[in-house]
């Protein structure tokens, strides 16, 4: 059994952001001073920063941190998600909407969705059976403008639900670095212009400043963004490019005042060449164009955009460059790729930040020692390439099922050839209504079925279970509905939920 003199006692994170605090932090909190940790970031880089919104798993990371939900939200100026609302992806003028929850709530053996499709077969009895976003208690309440979290009771219809948020991501990053620097990690200013690599193997060894500090470490994280300093630039890694499935390569951001509705939910609206994002915060609302350059030029997109906010400018628009895909390796040699230098996946699904936060799971359990075990690498590659590959499945999913054939983007979405997993889960839900799920999904079945039968995927039949059980499903589907809406009746509005409980305090 090796010693704990094999153990790492230097670790340096290159790069700051989201990544780069994010690690520190968890790394801070799970070695707890049994190893030094470094941060080198540069100002004069700066960071993305547009990534405001999140998914459900990121209340997991900062309770494993042990940090208060109300003062997280105020310090970030954050908001609630429910879920993402598309608007004419589908078709023009389609909306549908994405919920982060359950559909319903079970009231039989057969799953709800099922019932839901053999009333939708049949057609209605005494009421119209409405669309399926109407049995899903997070968009009862998102479309109502309300929130409250959810029950610890599974008994309750409000135990059927989840949430994220939306935050401004450059405030949770120094929020982060006040939480790791209390536990000892140090911060480096300065941009790095040398990296020195063992002879032996191509290991790293040190990073030379430019004002000629040099850091040693025995174990570095890449956080540099697209950039990809160690991983690419110095260990020349390779990066696999899926811009033949998402086209989109360009986005322009800018935040604008806060006009129309305090949703609890992210927008996505399609255009012509992309999509635009709307993340309402609570002093601001951010917005951006994510765009294939091959359809729009950067001014078109520019003024797109600026045509189609809720309120003012607050800032120029920003533009960023990026390609969909990944490194050939996450992990290689004493390196690991961390948030944009590990791949990019375009923010459609808000994972930018999960990706950074399973990436760093994932590390902590498979945590190296100074040997560096090829088969510790080797795991985290594997489970990394899965995660991504079927967040990216996913994300093809959104372009592909469109009716749209009015500009060249969608025209192509809806024509090209698709992963074959992804084609087989398509079929597969087309004939039965079989939603079938990978070891390494991240979005479940709730998740599935809300962009294939809101991009009009739907079964040509329902479980034939659902004919041999003897259930009331039209009353317990209208039962459901108007329980649904009588909850969130009684729910606070997003802005009241705030106002009580995690306001900012420079929010206006």
């Known amino acids: 059994m090796t010693g704990s003199n094999r153990n790492i006692k230097k670790i340096a994170i290159v790069g700051g952001g989201s990544a780069g605090w994010m690690t520190a932090a968890a790394l801070s909190n799970a070695l707890q001073g049994a190893a030094e940790i470094t941060l080198v970031e540069s100002e004069e880089i700066g960071v993305v920063g547009v990534g405001e919104a999140t998914i459900p798993p990121i209340k997991i990371f900062n309770q494993s941190l042990g940090i208060d939900e109300a003062e997280f939200v105020k310090r970030t100026e954050g908001s609630f998600k429910l879920g993402i609302e598309f608007v004419n992806w589908y078709r023009e003028g389609h909306r549908y909407f994405h919920p982060f929850g359950d559909y319903g709530a079970p009231f039989d053996a057969v799953q709800l969705y099922h019932y839901y499709l053999k009333a939708r077969a049949e057609g209605p009895a005494d009421a119209p059976i409405g669309p399926i976003d109407d049995y899903s208690m997070a968009w009862v309440m998102a479309k109502h403008g309300k929130f409250s979290v959810p029950s610890q009771d599974r008994r309750m219809v409000q135990s059927t639900f989840d949430y994220a948020y939306h935050f401004d991501a450059i405030m949770y990053a120094r929020f982060l670095r006040e939480y790791a620097e ?86 996505s609206t399609a255009h012509k060449a992309g999509w635009q994002w709307r993340i309402p915060l609570q002093h601001r609302i951010g917005n951006g164009y994510v765009y294939a350059s091959k359809h729009i030029s950067d001014d078109e997109a520019q003024a797109t955009l600026l045509a189609n906010l809720d309120g003012e400018a607050l800032a120029d628009p920003r533009l960023l460059r990026f390609t969909t895909g990944r490194r050939k390796k996450f992990w290689n040699k004493n390196v690991v790729a961390i948030g944009l230098s590990a791949g990019f996946m375009e923010p459609l699904e808000s994972t930018s930040l999960h990706l950074i936060q399973s990436g760093i799971t994932r590390l902590l359990a498979l945590f190296p020692t100074l040997d560096f075990d090829s088969y510790a690498a080797q795991e985290y590659n594997r489970i990394t390439t899965g995660e991504y590959e079927r967040t990216r499945d996913f994300i093809i999913l959104h372009y592909k099922a469109t009716e749209r054939r009015d500009a060249p983007l969608w025209t192509h979405a809806a024509d090209m050839d698709i992963p074959s997993e992804l084609a087989y889960k398509i079929e597969q839900f087309r004939r039965g209504g079989r939603i079938v799920a990978h070891e390494l999904e991240l979005f479940r079945n709730p998740s599935w079925l809300a962009v294939y039968t809101g991009q009009g995927i739907w079964p040509e039949r329902y479980d034939p279970l659902a004919d041999a059980r003897n259930v009331d499903y039209q009353g317990r589907l209208q039962g459901l509905r108007r329980v649904m809406e009588e909850t969130a009746a009684a729910m606070p509005s997003h802005a009241d939920f705030i106002a009580k409980h995690c306001a900012a305090e420079r929010a206006t």
């Open 182 to 267: 209390a536990r000892g990690v140090k911060r480096v200013e300065g941009k790095v212009v040398d990296v020195a690599q063992r002879g032996t193997d191509g290991f790293i060894e040190s990073l030379t400043l430019e004002n000629g500090t040099r850091v040693d470490a025995e174990f570095f994280i890449d956080c540099t963004g697209f950039f990809g300093l160690l991983i690419e630039k110095t260990l020349k890694t390779g990066y696999e490019d899926w811009t033949h499935w998402l086209p989109c390569d360009r986005a322009v951001a800018v935040p604008c005042t806060h006009g129309g509705e305090f949703t609890p939910y992210t927008r």
